[in-house]
Each structure stands twice: as structure tokens, then as C-alpha cells.
């Protein structure tokens, strides 16, 4: 149904809220959910809340997905009020559950609804512009890891399978290569090299965690900058929303994907990969946020291996543009042809720039983390 068709008084209805209603409107820029913003008169209090209908074609399993999103933001709340410092509702999302306790609703279409507090006075930027959004932004990201490092319960569930199987995208990839329903294969003969060149990166991650080295955490899956709110005075993160991928992980996934959608000095669809290169200021911006909030949990060998992880990630999503575009573009939307060559060029591109750079960026993390000095030996 046309946003004109929601009946946010009716809907309004189902969830643990009091006052009346006002009525609601679309609201953000997000591409997965519809999102809207929902004014109340609370007791005279104008009150806002976040009413979104979760896209459910792409996330198969809903009741999944927000059992994950209630056990998370219980306990970052939880996590946040312990560890202090200022408005709790403000640096953990709050869900709002219906009146029968269950995390979302479902309206007579069959569809999911969802309702949380409205964080006031932030908002969310696109684009990094600067190295302090890049730091706010992974500072937000890193202190988020940290709510959740002691989750109590079960392990989280894996509502997409293998999202960061890099080994299993690189078989995606070969497989569609000799399948070649479409014959692109033959056209792009140079970025298929590509891959099979930097095959060795597909298991680098895996293998980190397999010999225990990397420890599975929680993790947002989705680190782009405009899922982090930034104040409006202060312009320092607040939290981070959008949690629908949060699932465990490594937390290197996040941070190569924060390496991968920051650093990039163009789109990530720009086809002139004349203007494609790594923003060494922008990475140590993120190095400087991600380790200030999370420096003192990660291993030494998740400490490691920042730079590389920007590396396997960027490289992870090119060899998914790469197959789509052999499959004829049938899982990312595209605008044109040839659009997800383009985005599949462009990552590569990053990964060369980030290999070509790569000691130079190992290097950032030993400046900005210094080891906490052992304890002075008791006189
Ligand atoms: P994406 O395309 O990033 O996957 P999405 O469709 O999943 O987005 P969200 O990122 O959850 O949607 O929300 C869309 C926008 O709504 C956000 O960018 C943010 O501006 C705004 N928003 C979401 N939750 C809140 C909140 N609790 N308070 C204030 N604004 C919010
Ligand atoms: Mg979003
Ligand atoms: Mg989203």
C-alpha cells in the first residue's frame, strides 16, 4: 500500500504507547524498509517515533530477524546505562513492543511493522566528507561491538547464511563464469583474472578465525555511514541504527566494510577509475574512532589486521558485483547497463589502491593503539 494508505492511528493501536496519535509521514533516505515518522500529543508533549515496515522480501524470516534486533537492543540499553554517560535512550535504538509483548506487528496485509523511539537532535549524513566523520562513524560502530560483547543467550540467529563467505562468493563467482548464461564472461576476461589472482584473500579471514586467533562477536553487517546518527551540536556519534543484519561475525567484516564504503574517494558506481583511490586520511580517521571505542577488546590479531580487512571485504563485494553482472544483473538493482561492471571495476580498483598501500596502512594502527603498559612491579 501508498504511504497515503497507512492507518498509523489504527496501527498506532498495537503498540505500548499512550497519547493520541497524530498521524504519520514518510521519512529518511533508506532503501530496504519504508520508514516514517509518527507525531503523538502526549499529555500536551509532542512526541515523535519511528514506525517502519520491514521489508520482508528481503529478509525472508522476520520473526528471526527481530528476536536479534529485541535481544540486541535490550542489552546495549542495558550495557549503555551501566557503563554511563548520558541519555540511554539516545545511544541504543529502543524498540517499542506491541501490547502482546511481541517485538512487531503484522497489519491485515501480511505485513511487519516496527516502532522505535525517535532519537532527537542527531540525524544521519550520506556521505564522509571529512576524517571526523569517518572517526565518528567508527567510533559509533566499535562502541556498539563493545554494548555487545557479553550478550547473554544463545547465539544469535544467522538470518542471511553466509553473507561473509568469502570463499563461498568466490565459488558464486567461478560457478557463474562457466555457466556464462549471457555470454558477458568473454568481455571481462581482465576482471575475472582479477579474481582468480587475488583468490588467496578469500580465506584469509576464515582461516584467522578457524585457528582461534579472531573470535566470533556480534556484528552490525551494514556499516555505512548513514547508519550512524550524529549529534546535532557536537556532530559525535550517538549510535547506530539499522540493525536488521545484526548477526554474529567477525568484527573485521565490519570494519572492512566501513575501509570499503568510506575510504573511497569516488561512488561506488563511478566508472572513471581515474578518480578511485583509497583516503589514507578518512582510513586513519576510522582506525582512530574504531580503536579509541573498541581497542581494548579486540585480540592483538583483529588489531592486526585492519588494513587487510578493508582489503578482503572491498574485494568480497567486487566479486559479487562481478557475478551479477555475469548472471544479468538479477540481485542488485541497476540504473543502466553495464552498471554493475562499473561497480565491480571501481571495487577492484579500491583493492589495488589498497594493496599498493597496504603497509603504509598497517602502519596507522601501531601509531594511534598504543598497548595499555603492564602493571608496575609491586615494590
Ligand atoms: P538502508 O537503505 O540503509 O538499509 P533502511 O531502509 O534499512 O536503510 P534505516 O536505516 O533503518 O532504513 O532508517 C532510514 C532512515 O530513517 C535513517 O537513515 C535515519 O535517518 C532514520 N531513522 C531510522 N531510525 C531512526 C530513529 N530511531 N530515530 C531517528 N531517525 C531514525
Ligand atoms: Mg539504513
Ligand atoms: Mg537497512
Known amino acids: 500500500p501508498s504511504p497515503a494508505t497507512v492507518d498509523f492511528t489504527r496501527l498506532a493501536r498495537g ?35 519511528i514506525f517502519q515496515r520491514i521489508n520482508n522480501r528481503v529478509f525472508k524470516n522476520v520473526p528471526a530477524l527481530m528476536d536479534n534486533i529485541r535481544r540486541v537492543t535490550a542489552h546495549a540499553a542495558s550495557q549503555a546505562a551501566k557503563l554511563g554517560g548520558g541519555d540511554v535512550s539516545r545511544r541504543a535504538l529502543t524498540l517499542i513492543p506491541a501490547h502482546d509483548g511481541r517485538p512487531c506487528l503484522t497489519d491485515e496485509h501480511g505485513g511487519f511493522w516496527r516502532c522505535y523511539l525517535f532519537i532527537e537532535k542527531a540525524r544521519t549524513y550520506d556521505i564522509v566528507e571529512t576524517p571526523a566523520h569517518a572517526r565518528e562513524a567508527a567510533r559509533a560502530f566499535g562502541n556498539f561491538q563493545r554494548l555487545l560483547t557479553g550478550l547473554p543467550g544463545a547465539r544469535l540467529h544467522e538470518t542471511i547464511p553466509d553473507f561473509h563467505n568469502t570463499r563461498r562468493r568466490y565459488e558464486n563467482l567461478m560457478r ?173 580498483a579500491l583493492v589495488r589502491d589498497i594493496d599498493a598501500r597496504q603497509s603504509e596502512m598497517e602502519s596507522v594502527a601501531g601509531r594511534l593503539f598504543k598497548e595499555p603498559a603492564p602493571p608496575a612491579p609491586a615494590p
Open 176 to 348: 557463474a563464469v562457466n555457466a556464462d548464461p549471457l555470454n558477458r564472461a568473454a568481455a571481462v576476461r581482465a576482471e575475472i583474472d582479477f579474481a582468480r589472482q587475488n583468490e588467496p584473500l578469500v580465506d584469509v579471514l576464515a582461516k584467522l578465525h578457524a585457528s582461534g586467533e579472531i573470535p566470533e562477536r556480534v556484528t552490525h553487517n551494514d556499516t555505512k555511514f548513514n547508519n550512524v546518527m550524529l549529534d546535532d551540536d557536537t556532530h559525535t556519534g550517538v549510535c547506530v541504527i539499522d540493525l536488521d543484519t545484526v548477526m554474529p561475525g567477525l568484527a573485521l567484516h565490519d570494519f572492512g566494510d566501513m575501509v570499503r564504503s568510506a575510504t573511497n574517494s569516488a561512488a561506488e558506481d563511478e566508472p572513471d577509475l581515474s578518480k578511485v583511490s583509497m583516503r589514507m586520511p578518512v582510513y586513519e580517521g576510522l582506525v582512530e574512532g574504531y580503536l579509541a571505542a573498541a581497542g581494548d577488546f579486540l585480540t592483538g590479531a583483529e588489531r592486526a589486521h585492519l588494513a587487510l580487512s578493508g582489503r578482503v571485504i572491498t574485494f568480497e563485494i567486487g566479486l559479487r558485483f562481478l557475478t551479477d553482472h555475469i548472471e544479468g544483473d538479477v540481485y542488485f538493482k541497476t540504473k543502466r547497463p553495464g552498471h554493475n561492471l562499473d561497480r565491480a571495476r571501481n571495487q577492484f
Open 15 to 49: 503498540f505500548a504507547l499512550y497519547g493520541q496519535c497524530l498521524g504519520g509521514q514518510p521519512y529518511g533516505n533508506g532503501h530496504i524498509n519504508d520508514t516514517y515518522v509518527v507525531n503523538f500529543d502526549q499529555a500536551g508533549a509532542p512526541v515523535r517515533y
